[in-house]
């Protein structure tokens, strides 16, 4: 099981990217997929995550309105839009998925997700 993410880079602060994470040797379906990031200095949070069905999702709350999750079931990818970037959204961004997990419950308890990816560097700059 692999999952990699990328699409990372530099932007100015007010510009936007879209991370992509893709698995292989598994499928998404049955499985929450979330986003999280670890800023520097700081431990590795939550940013935003599907439910195992995909219906629901959950935003932490300093992503919320900037941020969208979406996913391509057909491309076993997972996307992250990040849009109004700011230099505190400066981190390392991984993703993760854990079986049968709700939206809500990778944002209390995601950091235990039993596959991650290799993360991708977002670097904001002012």
């Known amino acids: 099981v692999q999952l990699q993410a990328y699409g990372g880079g530099l932007v100015q602060a007010g510009g936007f990217l879209r991370l992509s994470c893709k698995a292989s040797?598994?499928?998404?379906?049955?499985?929450?997929v979330g986003w999280f990031r670890q800023r520097p200095g700081r431990e590795r949070e939550f940013v935003a995550a599907f439910s195992w069905s995909g219906s629901t999702t959950a935003y932490a709350d300093s992503v919320k309105g900037r941020f969208t999750i979406s996913r391509n079931n057909a491309k076993n990818t997972v996307y992250l839009q990040m849009n109004g970037l700011t230099p505190d959204d400066t981190a390392v961004y991984y993703c993760?998925?854990?079986?049968?997990?709700?939206?809500?419950?990778?944002?209390?308890?995601?950091?235990?997700?039993?596959?991650w990816g290799q993360g991708t560097q977002v670097t904001v700059s002012s």
């Open positions: 040797g598994l499928t998404f379906t049955n499985y929450a």
């Open positions: 993760a998925a854990d079986p049968f997990k709700t939206a809500q419950a990778m944002g209390v308890m995601g950091n235990k997700s039993l596959y």
